[in-house]
């Protein structure tokens, strides 16, 4: 890893400032990589959640993938050693803003057999009552 040879150089030249901005990109790329991970379940998430409400009913399957995102958010979210979540209330919710766009465009190649367009599937949920349920099930700080 570049970072790290780079990080090793500015030790041993003593220049901790430079050693400093480096592990700040490095604690950086980290949390971008954690988003990043949260972003791709929380499109899941999401995209059960529509269906859910859209169709006005839910599967084993469903349910499962919902569990399973819940799941795969929170444990990338928590930080092991230190304690606590890497992304706060208000973080979760712009990965939500951002994710929902993705997951109704998904949605409706799923639900009701793929027959609605993401304008007709628009129409049948409510994305405030969605957003809020998604980040309800959902531990931070």
């Not at 819940?70 to 304690?83: P, Y």
Request: charged share 35%; with cysteine.
């Amino acid at each position: 890893m570049y970072e790290i040879e780079e990080l090793r150089k500015k030790i041993e030249a003593q220049d901790y400032i430079g050693a400093l901005q480096i592990i700040d990109e490095i604690d950086e790329m980290s949390k971008e990589d954690k988003f990043n991970k949260i972003y791709s379940y929380m499109v899941i998430l999401l995209l059960h959640l529509i269906k859910q409400q859209a169709e006005q009913r839910t599967t084993s399957s469903w349910d499962r993938s919902i569990f399973n995102s819940i799941d795969n958010i929170n444990r990338t979210n928590r930080r092991r050693k230190s304690g606590g979540y890497y992304a706060n209330r208000d973080i979760l919710q712009e990965i939500i803003d951002e994710a929902y766009p993705r997951a109704i465009k998904e949605a409706s190649f799923e639900a009701f057999e793929g027959k609605l367009t993401v304008d007709l599937l628009e129409e049948k949920v409510d994305p405030n009552v969605i957003k809020k349920k998604a980040l309800s099930l959902l531990k931070c700080n």
